[in-house]
């Protein structure tokens, strides 16, 4: 922590963070190695950055793990990197700052374990991040459907408006901080399996994951604001959610200022916006399942927000 420039310059320097426990499944020298662990389980890489899930064990426990490298990152981020150590310009390090954000405000997301970022020579920028698999959970682009197929009618209306209210608070919560997730899809949110049986307490029971665009707009809030419900708008498009859940949201999210006419204009605003994604999705030809959202193939424009 104490080199100087000319030493992140010419020779390197790191920044790393990690769990106490982490050093119980890894040596003490990971951050040497890190990057280079071959990973093949669920493993997916493109444009100088992978995933995939690194399954650990000591003395009899389970440790398993989400791996988020990036190895080719920009190189002005490198040079301020250089110049401003310490302020986490690699997506790793301002991802375990999110987390750790969410964590302290009651926001349910997945344990960062360790992360590192590896600053030069000469501009160079690396970043790893471990987050722990959501064991037991389950996607809600996938949940929604399955359970529409086990629960009759009656509980499933009852599971889906306890569902969309604490959908509603989530994003409120965040919101509300001018925090936005900027990838805020039905695939990012995921419940325990045991939540798709019967009619549950939904209470910080939706996780929320990727949260490294999170990121505190407190002057153009509002363009962040349109596009993270523009975004789960967009996603909603899945077996078993009606317009009559997309309107319990909307309340929900609004309360009484609903009938304003700021929510109005934001309302349409939300629409336009979920129309431009899906017409962006059918023009590059990709099936919604393709980007893990998984649809009904319907007109989207019938089941966009309705008018209370």
Not at 63 to 78: A, D
Not at 170 to 182: C, G, I, M, V
Not at 247 to 271: E, V
Request: aromatic share 12%.
């Amino acid at each position: 922590m104490r080199e100087t420039l000319w030493q992140r310059l010419a020779l390197g320097a790191r920044r790393v963070c990690q769990r106490p426990d982490w050093t119980d499944f890894v040596s003490a020298d990971w951050a040497d190695r890190i990057m280079a662990v071959t990973v093949t389980d669920r493993f997916h890489a493109k444009q100088g950055r992978s995933t995939g899930r690194w399954i650990l064990g000591a003395n009899g426990r389970r440790m398993s793990v989400y791996l988020k490298r990036h190895y080719l990152l920009p190189w002005w981020r490198g040079w301020l990197a250089a110049v401003w150590p310490n302020r986490g310009w690699s997506p790793a390090l301002q991802e375990w700052r999110h987390l750790e954000w969410a964590r302290s405000r009651g926001v349910p997301v997945p344990r960062a374990v360790a992360a590192a970022e590896y600053i030069g020579p000469w501009g160079r920028l690396q970043s790893f991040l471990a987050v722990e698999e959501l064991s037991g959970m389950v996607p809600l682009h996938e949940a929604v459907p399955h359970v529409a197929a086990q629960l009759d009618e009656p509980a499933f209306r009852k599971w889906k408006r306890g569902l969309a209210i604490e959908l509603a608070y989530l994003a409120r919560t965040l919101h509300e901080q001018r925090r936005f997730h900027k990838d805020f899809y039905l695939c990012h949110l995921f419940i325990p399996e045991d939540l798709t049986i019967g009619v549950p307490d939904w209470s910080g029971r939706v996780h929320l994951i990727d949260l490294h665009r999170l990121k505190r707009h407190p002057r153009l809030g509002i363009v962040w604001q349109i596009k993270d419900l523009a975004q789960l708008l967009y996603s909603s498009d899945v077996v078993g959610i009606d317009a009559r859940d997309r309107l319990r949201f909307w309340r929900a999210y609004w309360g009484h200022s609903r009938h304003g006419w700021f929510a109005k204009l934001l309302r349409r605003c939300i629409r336009y916006k979920a129309w431009r994604y899906r017409r962006h999705n059918l023009k590059r030809s990709k099936p919604l399942k393709a980007r893990c959202l998984s649809g009904t193939g319907t007109d989207f424009s019938n089941g966009s927000l309705p008018s209370p």
